[in-house]
């Protein structure tokens, strides 16, 4: 390629980053940048002025948010869970002690200042209640909507603690659904408040309920990954005493990729040390045609932009049709932006050489080439689908991202396909991180990778 | 005398002492108390449905069933999947045990301590806070909120001797590269037969949903459990039938009157070491075609392993017979539940490349008849039982005769 054509890709593929970064940064989790200056003035309300830095971390509970989602379709589930539900939620911790919780929207959700040398004097114990209702008016936006439901008191260190709970009927919530909250107070000095939300039984029973049963369908689909496994090693053999030639490089590259990712994503070695192993054995022994090449990679990266569209289009036509299918990300263990880049491409590294690579390496010469890459479609669909409503809208979604990559896979080798799953799980699971540019820069390594893959092509 | 009546002849009296073995095994059985069952998982249901196991909630159809203990596990599900109902019932006829498993999220009571204990017991009661609930339990019972959910249930021992499960898998890789490596003269009925066996299987899935049992479980629905298991089965047929087409097996039969010992072989096996999950097959409404698509099945996995055995023996040299009678004398003594299939694949590896499958599958079909007449005393599985037996003796006698003939013939 001439480098007039080199160049006019590296512009080509600036310009299209250019456009696509925009987008990726929408998609971080709300509510971080001002969680720590809405938390000191939180603390500052009660009188307390948190000490040092503050650290911020996102956590929440994705199976309640997506309850909410199935109770409330559209986007006003997903508001409820950023809200009122406090499914989705940001924690201020100061080095100087004290903590605040709150949802991504900003409602306070949980407050613990430390206990002060002097919290003041006991209250008056018939007066207790009172004085608790008092305090939670000042921390909740809807006082009126709570009532007193119970309150305790006992003394401790020669303080005299009250803890009032109350319960605030669904408010905003779906019905069926409960809001209750706890106020202790030590002296007459508030130093607890926390939010709770009681869901709907048959709401988050929709929701546990498909999640258990797509946890049990990926059981088949371990049972084909073992098959074509097995099958690879007895063709492995095969292939090494007849003196076929071995591609060591790509196979060592391949094993030492899903070593850096796998440590990345934050996973024990024995999660993905075998798989390391047999995938690196797997690309070393496959034939050079479907291994692909570096200009196979390039555009499967953005390729990959093809499936995210795919993926997302599914969900909007699920959802337009009357079924469920989540909107909140899956919230991931690990936040750091090397979690991210992590775990989205050691689901690629190891998934799509076995079902993009070895399946046709194994079937072709019965089926044919598309009839052996088809056969990975049923594995590949059952391996992490969403927990849809009804359940074929699960596995149907899965199935065309699925095919999409069959099709990079047919164009570029095994190559494209991981490129491009790579960049779609970085996309697809970019939600469920934080916003901010070191994560924006995580989801899009992949693409700049593939602009820089294109333009180091050689002529052919 | 003409030819046709001399070959009768050969093959009468080559059938002469085949029998007396078959009659010698089957005469000398070994008794197994342990594992002989009066009556199918259906009668155990009728029973244990008769007996009311739980009468606070609708259980729903018996979904499934497995062995465990000396006795069936049950489990009944409504179509919701919300609750699972495990209603074990001994082989002795005494009264079932339950257990009622309900799913984390429906609401219940949250009771106390004492109101949990004046249903437990006076015992150490440990409470489990769920969403719309609290569960308790101790002294082996179990509350599921408000709700009495049974006790605990014995349960199906764990598998032993997996050193000799990988053994057999490290014999099937072998047998498929030394297959590829050397492949010689393709028998075109094998893939045929393994693709009826594997599609039939598949084909047979939702009927052979209670044996995936095990994958009932609370708050999922049993049509999804019986669709994973489908699936299961559907991806190990298919890993079946592609090893069948891509590791063909060698066309032919070298000593054909080996055939009817390598039925007497398993018949021999199964007195030794009764297959005692068979029984759970024969409770099955298509026990009997599952059976021969079994025996299809595993009869060619046989043949795959014995030709690993027979490759890693061939480096043996004269030794080569040694090894076998070892294998098959280490397959009797330790085999237990592998003796069988240990003994199948060591038959194939004596019969040789040409017919080895052929072998593996007479030795299954003895195994699987053996065992159906020692475990299963219900009078339909007997039948089946003795039907499979005298049928598998004749099938095979007369299948070693034709080949003979075949062969006399051809002045081979």
Redesign the interface.
Known sequence: MSSAGRIAIVAAGVVALALVAPVIARLGRPGGAGAEEQARQALARLGFEPAGTAAGRPEGEHELAWALERARAGAAGRRLAAGEGGALRWRVVFQGGGEVGLTESGLLWSLRRPLPTDPGPALYRPRAGARLEQTLAGVVPDPEAWRLDEVQTWDEDGITWYRGRFLGGPGGLPRGWRREAEVEIAGSTLVGFARRV??L??D??VV??RV??LE??R???L??LG?VV??M???G??SV??HRPVAWVPGAAAAAAIGVAGAAAGGPVSSWGAQALAVGALLALLPAELRGTRAGWGWGAWAGLGAVGVALGGRVLVAGMGGFVPVSPHLPAEIAPWSLAGAAWLSALIEEPLLRGAVPA??R??LGWWGAAL?GV??GA?LHPLPAVP?PAAVGLEAAVQLVLVAVAWRGGVAGAVAARGVLESVLRRPGFPAGWPWDLAALAGLAVGVACLAARRRH | MSGRKAQALSALRRLGPVAVAAAAVVAVRQPHPACELTWPASSAAVQAAARAASPWLDPGPLRGWSRAGSGWLLRFQPDHGAWLLEVWVGDGGAAPAWRLRVADWLPGARLGPEAARSWLGDTEAVARELLGRRDWSGGGRTLAGGLPAGGELPRSEPARSGELAAVLAGLLLAGAVARRLAPEGRDPAWPWLVGVAAIGMVGLGPSLAPLGARLLAAEIRPAVAALAWWAGLAMLMGGVLFAALTCPTARGLRQPWLLPWAFVLGLAAASLWPAAWVAELASLRAAVPALAALAVLAGWLAGLAGDGLAALAATLGPARGLLLAAAALAAVLAGGPYAGPLLAAVAAAAGGREGGAWLGLAAVAGLLAGSLAAVCLWPAAQWAAWAGLAGGLGATVLAAGAVAAARVQSGR
Do not use: K, M, S
């Open positions: 009681q869901p039984g048959i988050v029973g546990q309920g258990r049963e049990l369908l059981a088949p689909a049972v084909g098959v097995l099958a090693l007895a063709t053999v095969t005493v007849r194994l079937a010469p019965l056969l049923p594995v059952l359940l």
